[in-house]
């Protein structure tokens, strides 16, 4: 579904280039985890898969296109919820339909519709300020995938939250990744989030990088919490710190 072909990219503010001949590439469906020191490149591929920003070189393809012949074809949910406080919970997440002209009587339908799967429905005339942190975010995700896209760039979505909360939203993210058939590309620091989550984690080691480490999680889903302390699941665990610190 996704495809890097040799993609270069350079920050004009930088001396040495960040990016260097890179290819990758994701199948529809998947859930993958890009994990790699601060600073390495993680959210820049994310705003080369949005066109936020241009490779020097190289193609960036979706499903054999290149991106600048396609619309919606990608869909962002940041570190921050970035709901709007003056708005109620419906009309943040009518937002992208809005962008998109969709008439309002299908927008509302909608709206319920993916307010009910995430299991916020009576939030809809709510303010961000009545919601806990999770909430919030699961109502950022809703908004993501009214966006219309087939593929999810989650970058540190639950990066801000307490633990407890963190956990819960792994599962329920699972939850909607198996409901929705959704393509996600998830960025992340940690590693056991990382295990728990996807079905490949790539690994960023080099600076500049031109490939990531691919590694399988040997894990079928639907996961549960007592997996991660499988041995094998625990020796990867440790495998992927050492070469993170490496």
Same mark, same amino acid.
């Given at each position: 579904?996704?495809?890097? !072909?040799?993609?270069?990219?350079?920050?004009?503010?930088?001396?040495?280039?960040?990016?260097?001949?890179?290819?990758? *590439?994701?199948? @529809?469906?998947?859930?993958?985890?890009?994990?790699?020191?601060? %600073? *390495?490149? &993680?959210?820049?591929?994310?705003? $080369?898969?949005?066109?936020?920003?241009?490779?020097?070189?190289? &193609?960036?393809?979706?499903?054999?296109?290149?991106? =600048? !012949?396609?619309?919606?074809?990608?869909?962002? +949910?940041?570190?921050?919820?970035?709901?709007?406080? /003056?708005?109620?919970? =419906?009309?943040?997440? *009518?937002?992208?339909? =809005?962008?998109?002209?969709?008439?309002?009587?299908?927008?509302?339908?909608? *709206?319920?519709?993916?307010?009910?799967?995430? %299991?916020?429905?009576?939030?809809?005339?709510?303010?961000?300020?009545?919601?806990?942190?999770? +909430?919030?975010?699961?109502?950022?995700?809703?908004?993501?995938?009214?966006? %219309?896209?087939?593929? $999810?760039?989650?970058?540190?979505?639950?990066?801000?939250?307490?633990?407890?909360?963190?956990?819960? +939203?792994? @599962? /329920?993210?699972?939850? !909607? /990744?198996?409901?929705?058939?959704?393509?996600?590309?998830?960025?992340?620091?940690?590693? @056991? =989030?990382?295990?728990?989550?996807?079905?490949?984690?790539?690994?960023? !080691?080099?600076?500049?990088?031109?490939?990531?480490?691919?590694?399988?999680?040997?894990?079928?889903?639907?996961?549960?919490?007592?997996?991660?302390?499988?041995?094998?699941?625990?020796?990867?665990?440790?495998?992927?710190?050492?070469? $993170? $610190?490496?």
């Amino acid at each position: 579904m996704l495809e890097f !072909q040799n993609v270069s990219f350079q920050y004009a503010e930088d001396k040495q280039t960040m990016i260097k001949d890179f290819n990758f *590439c994701v199948e @529809e469906g998947e859930f993958i985890s890009i994990i790699g020191a601060s %600073g *390495c490149g &993680k959210s820049t591929i994310f705003r $080369l898969i949005n066109g936020l920003e241009k490779p020097q070189k190289g &193609k960036i393809l979706i499903d054999g296109k290149p991106i =600048e !012949q396609i619309k919606q074809y990608s869909a962002f +949910m940041p570190q921050k919820d970035l709901l709007f406080a /003056w708005n109620t919970i =419906e009309k943040n997440i *009518c937002l992208p339909m =809005e962008l998109q002209k969709i008439p309002k009587k299908e927008q509302k339908q909608r *709206c319920y519709e993916v307010l009910k799967e995430v %299991g916020l429905l009576e939030y809809a005339k709510k303010y961000p300020r009545e919601l806990s942190g999770g +909430m919030k975010q699961r109502i950022s995700f809703a908004r993501t995938l009214l966006a %219309g896209a087939k593929m $999810l760039l989650l970058d540190e979505p639950f990066s801000a939250l307490d633990f407890l909360t963190r956990v819960s +939203m792994q @599962e /329920w993210l699972l939850e !909607q /990744w198996l409901h929705f058939h959704k393509t996600i590309l998830f960025i992340t620091h940690d590693v @056991e =989030e990382a295990i728990f989550l996807s079905k490949y984690i790539f690994v960023i !080691q080099e600076s500049p990088f031109s490939h990531m480490e691919k590694v399988e999680v040997p894990l079928p889903y639907p996961r549960k919490r007592e997996d991660l302390k499988k041995q094998e699941i625990a020796e990867l665990k440790e495998q992927l710190i050492s070469r $993170l $610190l490496s």
